[in-house]
C-alpha cells in the first residue's frame, strides 16, 4: 500500500472516529445504558475492502483506527486475579 493512500486511510479512520463522538445519539443511548447502572464500553472495529481498479480480481481488507484503551476498576482486576490473569499494571 503506498504512503498517500494508508494517509488517506488514517484519515478515514479518523474521521469515523469523529462522526461516533461527536453523535448526539449514541451520547443519548449511552447516557441511558449508563443512568439504568451499567458501565459501557464502546469498541467498533472497521475493515474496509478496497482495490486499485484494474485489479478486479483482488479485494485488500484493511482495519482502520485506534484501539481504545480503557481502565480496569479494583472489581475487574479482582475478577482477573481470580482467574489468574495478570494486567499490563501488574508486576508479571
Do not use: C, P
Not at 19 to 46: F, H, Q
Request: proline share 0%.
Amino acid at each position: 500500500m503506498d504512503r498517500d493512500f494508508k494517509r488517506l486511510m488514517e484519515e478515514l479512520g479518523e474521521a469515523i472516529d469523529e462522526s461516533l463522538s461527536e453523535s448526539d445519539r449514541i451520547a443519548e443511548v449511552m447516557g441511558k445504558i449508563k443512568a439504568a447502572g451499567y458501565d459501557l464500553v464502546l469498541v467498533l472495529e472497521v475493515t474496509i475492502g478496497y482495490n486499485k481498479r484494474g485489479e478486479t480480481d483482488v479485494v485488500h481488507r484493511q482495519k482502520i483506527g485506534k484501539r481504545a484503551r480503557f481502565e480496569f476498576t479494583g472489581d475487574d482486576q479482582k475478577f482477573l486475579r481470580a482467574l489468574q490473569i495478570k494486567t499490563d499494571d501488574e508486576a508479571v
